[in-house]
């Protein structure tokens, strides 16, 4: 019987690193820098046209649900997705909100690549929240935030990045998702029963009825409050617990691109948002990437956040950047 070896090129790699490490160190520095070197560098994310993309969405007001700023601003989103060549999907629901308000709500998916069995998904939610129920301001508690932060930077940096994908494929299929209703949860000011899982309806609604049946991809990474000025993202513990390998991956990468100071090495606070339900329901390990502000007396996601002031003035193109680069050069590293 004839016995076939098949060596693969990492194989390959790690041997000759082992044989020449045995000898003096230049042969042995080469071939680490030939190790290097099988890292993809991912195309320039342009922080300017995120900016924009938000700005966009912050123009149409508040898109709080059953509101016509929230219906045209998901027909711009997905016509976007559509000129940026992802095959689109419009998924429809009346998700009931706490308070027994049926939300006409829209998630919507751009598909790359739809015929890759290996995909990715990238998520962050849309809709903004209908009451500023942590401003200093009592009068605010009832009013609809502008969510720029909240909402509006997370689809910033996605449509960006879908953006770049149209020009240049990684090997893999992504799905770009955008998540509507996940703002309407229960508020503070709320004095009546407890309500479990009035957060998240759009991604409760997605994982349990897929856009496309029996989906999968093999993990997801959830942008929320990515654009704020002086924002850190530590690593957020239910992440941590479920996607522990993509947490270390994209720590380590935002790291080696020098975005260190974002993405901070030590563990957070947890959150309940879309990548809970992505994990439970659909069991798709998704790690959120999430601003988490230690020294912020008003709230753990920083200073404005569900107030009136989650507007234009604290997005910070750098932060942008950090986020935008360290996913690209995530997703075009994967086989
Ligand atoms: C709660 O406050 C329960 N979860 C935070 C999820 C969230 C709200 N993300 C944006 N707004
Ligand atoms: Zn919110």
């Given at each position: 019987?004839?016995?076939?070896?098949?060596?693969?090129?990492?194989?390959?790699?790690?041997?000759?690193?082992?044989?020449?490490?045995?000898?003096?160190?230049?042969?042995?520095?080469?071939?680490?820098?030939?190790?290097?070197?099988?890292?993809i560098k991912a195309p320039e994310f342009n922080a300017d046209s995120a900016y924009a993309y938000i700005q966009a969405q912050a123009d149409f007001g508040p898109r709080v649900p059953n509101t016509q700023a929230h219906r045209d601003c998901g027909d711009y989103l997905a016509s976007q997705l559509e000129a940026f060549g992802a095959r689109v999907y419009n998924q429809y629901a009346d998700l009931e909100a706490w308070d027994g308000t049926l939300l006409k709500a829209r998630n919507i998916i751009g598909a790359y690549k739809p015929e890759s069995r290996k995909r990715v998904m990238l998520c962050a939610h849309w809709d903004s929240r209908p009451y500023a129920d942590n401003d200093p301001n009592p009068d605010n508690h009832r009013k609809h935030i502008l969510g720029v932060n909240d909402g509006a930077s997370g689809v910033g940096v996605l449509l960006e990045i879908a953006r770049q994908l149209q020009q240049k494929s990684p090997e893999l299929g992504i799905d770009i998702i955008f998540f509507d209703a996940e703002d309407y949860g229960i508020p503070e000011f709320h004095r009546g029963n407890y309500k479990a899982d009035t957060w998240c309806l759009g991604s409760q609604y997605w994982a349990r009825t897929p856009h496309i049946q029996g989906y999968f991809a093999r993990y997801g990474i959830l942008l929320d409050m990515v654009?704020?000025?002086?924002?850190?993202?530590?690593?957020?513990?239910?992440?941590?617990?479920?996607?522990?390998?993509?947490?270390?991956?994209?720590?380590?990468?935002?790291?080696?691109?020098g975005y260190g100071n974002w993405f901070v090495d030590r563990e957070g606070a947890e959150v309940t948002d879309d990548h809970v339900y992505v994990h439970s329901i659909a069991r798709i390990p998704c790690v959120d990437i999430i601003n988490y502000d230690p020294t912020s007396e008003r709230s753990s996601f920083g200073d404005f956040w569900h107030t009136v002031n989650d507007t234009m003035e604290n997005i910070d193109r750098a932060t942008l950047k950090a986020v935008g680069q360290t996913v690209m050069d995530v997703i075009y590293n994967e086989k």
């Open positions: 019987m004839k016995t076939r070896r098949i060596f693969t090129f990492p194989f390959l790699l790690a041997t000759l690193t082992a044989a020449v490490s045995c000898g003096n160190s230049k042969k042995a520095d080469e071939s680490r820098e030939t190790e290097k070197k099988i890292v654009g704020g000025k002086g924002a850190t993202f530590y690593q957020e513990p239910y992440s941590l617990r479920t996607a522990a390998k993509e947490v270390k991956k994209i720590w380590k990468k935002a790291r080696e691109l």
